[in-house]
């Protein structure tokens, strides 16, 4: 009898422990945790109600939502926000929520399958250890320290270590660089990426992508979708790695990506008054349509790449676009103007994907459309040449149409007219190699002859950026072309020229697809305009080079010969001003034309 009053006893004994063992949780959870808005407003937790910026809030809201076994529903989280929007507050309070969840565990490791003693850990990423060190030990522990809830459970992390945050429970928070070599030979659970588009990127190494595949493989084989990728960045262009996850993240339920205005992270600051803008693509359609507060519109205006890049999260096609404003550019281009060489396959394999074509594909489709010159003027071709395996020729024809008076203004701000010289666009196209095959130089001459001989252009002048055949020049010469090699990257003032025609409305041009991407992603490097390594030139190349010399074509007296002048030159006013007259005197001629004249 007494026995099995003792088993009663120690059965009651159990049950109360079981009781108080699990009063405030379940089997997994030591204590429910609370949702991120109580965490951050309450004054239990981070007291935060009247700090934290709205849009902040809601954001936290949405990615850091929960599934139903309490864990976090998404498993990668992608924002791309405006400058001054909270991006460290987003990522600060988002390494402490998830150790909060962590804390709230009985066994944090067992919860993911881990053996007891396993380091669970959380790296915060930035472009370098610095920044890196600031957001883990200046936002996070002030974060901690001020945490009611951290310190009355005395979670605080181990004032004794400098290198990093220890938590309780085997919970490690590192503050890494783009190399993040601390976090790979650990259990590494969650992984910030801040500031994605300041990594280290060149034309060989996209150092985030490299690092994001090199943890992502290591932190799903361990965890098995309960790991979590942040990535959170100012936006930049639209080929940058943080661009690519965010589309991944639109199709993949698991995963969440938002875009935040600067209006939409503090509202606060801005009166409820909204104007629509169209955001357009490279072609000039519109993909959205944004409402703008009134009070930036004067900012949007004076430079709309910046704008919404930086102010509303949308990439541009360049980190410095020596275009500014491109949508004014859309607005030159002809509307009834033929294009009469569309570019095949467009629509499917843009810009870096073309189908092969030949100048022999050209003149066939070009003799279908019965393509000719007009009488009475002269025509320029421009090239930028290259050779190598499927490479690419920029091809482009003009001609100078006539002059128009434009109204100017001196550095004292008084206006002035000057007679500048009008271009139009005739032809413009690339030519593309098959794979393993070069470019044919002979192709190019009998496409050049078929234009001036059959087809009525009266090409005098073929200028090159850079010529790779030898015979290709002596050939041309020698057929009555004159033949000028002349560097864009040498001359920036090309460019200047060709753009300051396009506003003044002194280029009457066509859409071409292609030479519009290329156009929207030049670099203004200030010595010269350039490409991004994931774009090219060619095109823009051999228009702005046919153009500036179209447009001075009437000083050309003498023999062209080659010159390629490698010096600074102060960037013209206009396009080629050799051919303007102001005043009825003929603008002296610029150093670049003066020295290819006998």
Same mark, same amino acid.
């Given at each position: 009898?007494?026995?099995?009053?003792?088993?009663?006893?120690?059965?009651?004994?159990?049950?109360?422990?079981?009781?108080?063992?699990?009063?405030?949780?379940?089997?997994?959870?030591?204590?429910?945790?609370?949702?991120?808005?109580?965490?951050?407003?309450?004054?239990?937790?981070?007291?935060?109600?009247?700090?934290?910026?709205?849009?902040?809030?809601?954001?936290?809201?949405?990615?850091?939502?929960?599934?139903?076994?309490?864990?976090?529903?998404?498993?990668?989280?992608?924002?791309?926000?405006?400058?001054?929007?909270?991006?460290?507050?987003?990522?600060?309070?988002?390494?402490?929520?998830?150790?909060?969840?962590?804390?709230?565990?009985?066994?944090?490791?067992?919860?993911?399958?881990?053996?007891?003693?396993?380091?669970?850990?959380?790296?915060?990423?930035?472009?370098?250890?610095?920044?890196?060190?600031?957001?883990?030990?200046?936002?996070?522990?002030?974060?901690?320290?001020?945490?009611?809830?951290?310190?009355?459970?005395?979670?605080?992390?181990?004032?004794?270590?400098?290198?990093?945050?220890?938590?309780?429970?085997?919970?490690?928070?590192?503050?890494?660089?783009?190399?993040?070599?601390?976090?790979?030979?650990?259990?590494?659970?969650?992984?910030?990426?801040?500031?994605?588009?300041?990594?280290?990127?060149?034309?060989?190494?996209?150092?985030?992508?490299?690092?994001?595949?090199?943890?992502?493989?290591?932190?799903?084989?361990?965890?098995?979708?309960?790991?979590?990728?942040?990535?959170?960045?100012?936006?930049?262009?639209?080929?940058?790695?943080?661009?690519?996850?965010?589309?991944?993240?639109?199709?993949?339920?698991?995963?969440?990506?938002?875009?935040?205005?600067?209006?939409?992270?503090?509202?606060?600051?801005?009166?409820?008054?909204?104007?629509?803008?169209?955001?357009?693509?490279?072609?000039?359609?519109?993909?959205?349509?944004?409402?703008?507060?009134?009070?930036?519109?004067?900012?949007?205006?004076?430079?709309?790449?910046?704008?919404?890049?930086?102010?509303?999260?949308?990439?541009?096609?360049?980190?410095?676009?020596?275009?500014?404003?491109?949508?004014?550019?859309?607005?030159?281009?002809?509307?009834?103007?033929?294009?009469?060489?569309?570019?095949?396959?467009?629509?499917?394999?843009?810009?870096?994907?073309?189908?092969?074509?030949?100048?022999?594909?050209?003149?066939?489709?070009?003799?279908?459309?019965?393509?000719?010159?007009?009488?009475?003027?002269?025509?320029?071709?421009?090239?930028?040449?290259?050779?190598?395996?499927?490479?690419?020729?920029?091809? =482009? +024809? /003009?001609?100078?149409?006539?002059?128009? %008076?434009?109204? #100017?203004?001196? $550095?004292?701000?008084?206006?002035?007219? *000057?007679?500048?010289?009008?271009?139009?666009?005739?032809?413009?196209?690339?030519?593309?190699?098959?794979?393993?095959?070069?470019?044919?130089?002979?192709?190019?001459?009998?496409?050049?002859?078929?234009?001036?001989?059959?087809?009525?252009?009266?090409?005098?002048?073929?200028?090159?950026?850079?010529?790779?055949?030898?015979?290709?020049?002596?050939?041309?010469?020698?057929?009555?072309?004159?033949?000028?090699?002349?560097?864009?990257?040498?001359?920036?003032?090309?460019?200047?020229?060709?753009?300051?025609?396009?506003?003044?409305?002194?280029?009457?041009?066509?859409?071409?697809?292609?030479?519009?991407?290329?156009?929207?992603?030049?670099?203004?490097?200030?010595?010269?305009?350039?490409?991004?390594?994931?774009?090219?030139?060619?095109?823009?190349? =051999? +228009? /702005?080079?046919?153009?500036?010399?179209? %447009?001075?074509? #009437?000083?050309? $007296?003498?023999?062209?010969?080659?010159? *390629?002048?490698?010096?600074?030159?102060?960037?013209?006013?206009?396009?080629?001003?050799?051919?303007?007259?102001?005043?009825?005197?003929?603008?002296?001629?610029?150093?670049?034309?003066?020295?290819?004249?006998?």
């Amino acid at each position: 009898m007494g026995n099995t009053a003792d088993l009663f006893q120690d059965i009651e004994k159990l049950a109360k422990e079981m009781l108080d063992k699990y009063s405030g949780g379940d089997e997994f959870w030591e204590e429910f945790p609370v949702d991120i808005e109580t965490f951050v407003c309450s004054e239990d937790y981070l007291s935060w109600k009247d700090s934290i910026y709205p849009g902040i809030l809601n954001l936290l809201r949405e990615a850091l939502q929960r599934g139903d076994d309490g864990w976090l529903k998404y498993n990668e989280c992608i924002v791309i926000a405006g400058q001054g929007c909270g991006k460290s507050q987003f990522s600060s309070i988002t390494i402490l929520y998830i150790v909060y969840l962590l804390l709230c565990m009985r066994n944090p490791q067992k919860f993911f399958g881990l053996a007891e003693d396993s380091r669970l850990q959380i790296i915060n990423c930035a472009p370098s250890e610095d920044q890196a060190f600031k957001v883990v030990f200046g936002y996070t522990v002030n974060h901690v320290n001020n945490c009611g809830w951290f310190k009355r459970k005395n979670y605080l992390p181990d004032p004794n270590v400098k290198s990093e945050l220890r938590f309780p429970k085997g919970i490690y928070v590192t503050p890494g660089s783009s190399s993040a070599k601390p976090a790979l030979g650990h259990n590494l659970l969650v992984t910030v990426f801040d500031e994605v588009t300041s990594f280290d990127k060149t034309a060989v190494v996209d150092s985030a992508r490299e690092l994001y595949n090199q943890l992502w493989g290591r932190m799903n084989k361990r965890f098995w979708g309960k790991e979590l990728f942040v990535g959170i960045s100012t936006a930049n262009t639209e080929d940058d790695f943080i661009e690519e996850r965010f589309k991944e993240c639109e199709r993949d339920p698991r995963k969440y990506c938002k875009r935040m205005t600067i209006w939409e992270s503090k509202p606060f600051l801005f009166k409820n008054e909204f104007f629509d803008y169209d955001v357009k693509d490279v072609s000039g359609n519109t993909i959205k349509t944004i409402k703008v507060p009134i009070e930036l519109k004067s900012e949007l205006e004076k430079n709309p790449v910046a704008f919404l890049r930086d102010v509303c999260g949308i990439p541009s096609l360049a980190r410095s676009p020596f275009i500014k404003d491109f949508a004014s550019v859309l607005s030159t281009i002809s509307l009834t103007k033929v294009n009469p060489l569309p570019e095949v396959g467009w629509e499917e394999n843009g810009y870096g994907n073309p189908l092969p074509f030949s100048p022999i594909d050209a003149l066939s489709r070009l003799r279908s459309i019965n393509f000719g010159g007009e009488s009475g003027y002269e025509y320029v071709v421009g090239l930028d040449l290259s050779k190598g395996v499927r490479d690419k020729c920029g091809f =482009a +024809l /003009v001609h100078r149409k006539g002059d128009r %008076s434009i109204t #100017k203004f001196d $550095k004292d701000g008084k206006p002035y007219v *000057v007679d500048l010289p009008i271009i139009e666009l005739d032809l413009v196209t690339r030519f593309v190699v098959k794979p393993e095959q070069e470019l044919n130089f002979g192709e190019i001459r009998e496409l050049i002859f078929a234009l001036r001989n059959e087809m009525g252009f009266n090409i005098k002048l073929i200028v090159s950026d850079s010529y790779e055949s030898i015979d290709f020049k002596q050939i041309m010469l020698q057929s009555g072309f004159d033949f000028v090699v002349f560097g864009t990257d040498a001359h920036r003032e090309t460019f200047d020229s060709f753009l300051e025609a396009v506003l003044d409305g002194r280029f009457i041009w066509f859409k071409h697809d292609p030479l519009l991407y290329e156009l929207q992603r030049l670099e203004d490097l200030v010595k010269k305009v350039d490409h991004p390594t994931t774009s090219g030139k060619d095109l823009s190349d =051999a +228009l /702005v080079l046919a153009s500036y010399f179209a %447009s001075g074509r #009437k000083l050309l $007296k003498g023999k062209v010969i080659e010159s *390629v002048p490698n010096r600074n030159i102060t960037p013209v006013i206009s396009v080629g001003l050799g051919g303007g007259d102001v005043g009825g005197s003929n603008i002296n001629i610029p150093n670049p034309l003066d020295k290819i004249l006998r």
